[in-house]
């Protein structure tokens, strides 16, 4: 089962994909270094600095991976990841947290008010609607990488045994920083 981890940069989900890797022994793909290292990508942005992903070719580099393991949980790990699954844990971060994480890992301010503006206007959770089938929501605002791979377990576990209807906690809509948008 290939299970989208998203949200925008600095929510998460690279420290909790390792932690998860770690724990449960769950596979873990890390969608941009991928990209990256395998040139999946059709050109450079250099002034956003970022690569531009040819998602044909992802798609198609994933179907390769994934083959024949349709029964062990595969985490995709990737700002980019609700384009690709059917299954998507969006991870949300109040925007002035946000803000304070994208600082300390050195983003330019541009950067810092795009993925400001994308948290507060609900950017990826929409875009995870209208790619895929299933869509959960956890809010990491002042949770511990621990806190959300407990998270992140609850909805895996819970799928995987058919009880979703235990998890309405992470029903996304619940999380609202519109007002924040300046």
């Known amino acids: ?3 989208g981890l998203t949200g925008t940069p600095c929510t998460g989900k690279t420290s909790v994909s390792r932690l998860l890797e770690k724990r449960r022994g769950w596979k873990v793909i890390y969608l941009n270094e991928l990209i990256k ?14 690569v531009i992903a040819d998602m044909e070719l992802v798609r198609k580099r994933l179907a390769e991976i994934t083959d024949g393991r349709e029964n062990e949980v595969i985490i995709l790990e990737s700002h980019l990841a609700h384009h690709i699954s059917d299954v998507v844990i969006v991870l949300r971060t109040y ?3 946000l803000e304070t994480r994208l600082k300390t890992r050195g983003y330019s301010e541009e950067k810092i008010k ?14 995870a609607f209208e790619w895929c089938k299933k869509v959960f929501e956890i809010n990491t605002t002042g949770k511990s990488i621990d806190e959300v791979g ?21 029903k996304p809509g619940s ?8």
């Open 1 to 3: 089962m290939l299970i």
């Open 37 to 50: 290292d395998e040139h999946l990508y059709t050109e450079v942005d250099e002034k956003r600095d970022a």
């Open 95 to 97: 925007p002035p947290e």
């Open 114 to 127: 795009e993925n400001i503006e994308a948290e507060a206007l609900d950017v990826i959770l929409v875009e």
């Open 150 to 170: 407990q998270d992140i377990e609850t909805i895996i576990d819970n799928i995987l045994n058919g009880n979703e209807e235990e998890l309405s906690e992470y």
């Open 175 to 182: 999380i609202d920083w519109i007002d924040l948008v300046p």
